[in-house]
């Protein structure tokens, strides 16, 4: 898949403020400063589609895009963010729960996990919920260029290690870097493919 148009949609502080559920919803989120908006901005071919910035816990809205006429790109706000005022964590995290729960229209979550470091426990346990809660998800393995290839795969088997004491089968994963515009072609081929399974 190609993307050809990307049009902002609108910013919602509420999750009853999204827009309607008219078409299929893909969802991106992951701690402060994982890559997020570096992400979608390499998938849809722009520097411009969402805002980064060196300074985490950026995104505070829910922000929609509407990719090809087709569907939602959802840039959500990043969780984990420790120097943020606790009111600020508690609220962002009320949101992120409220549209996970409710989005009728939610295809997939795509949780991005910064690939140079050890499974974290926030990341775990927002990974354990989403499996508690059947919410449909794939792992997205960001900064994969800022490891060797034996680096990459043993900071990887570390993680699997960790996700099978708790699942039979693993999530399915991509991994990915911006700069190198790795996985950019396998996540919107699998955009692609689920948009085309529930024709």
């Known amino acids: 898949m190609v993307i050809k148009s990307a049009e902002f949609i609108k910013s919602s502080a509420r999750a009853d403020q999204c ?39 950026k995104t505070r809205l829910i922000n929609h895009f509407l990719i090809n006429g087709r569907w939602y790109l959802v840039d959500l706000p990043g969780y984990g963010y420790a120097r943020a005022p606790r009111d600020l964590r508690r609220g962002m995290s009320k949101l992120i729960s409220k549209y996970i729960e409710n989005r009728t229209n939610l295809v997939c979550l795509f949780l991005l996990i910064d690939s140079r470091h050890s499974p974290l426990p926030a990341d775990l346990s927002f990974i354990q919920s989403l499996g508690e809660n059947r919410v449909p998800f794939v792992l997205v393995f960001t900064k994969c260029d800022k490891l060797s290839a ?37 996540i919107l081929e699998f955009i692609s493919n689920t948009n085309n399974a529930m024709i």
């Open 150 to 186: 034996g680096q990459l795969d043993s900071n990887l088997n570390t993680y699997f290690r960790h996700l099978e004491r708790n699942w039979e089968t693993l999530p399915r994963y991509f991994c990915t870097s911006a700069l190198q515009k790795r996985g950019k072609d396998e």
């Open 19 to 57: 827009p309607p559920p008219d078409f299929p919803e893909y969802a991106f989120i992951g701690r402060s400063n994982v890559g997020k908006s570096t992400l979608i901005n390499m998938l849809a071919g722009t520097k411009k589609l969402a805002k980064t910035s060196s300074t985490p816990g």
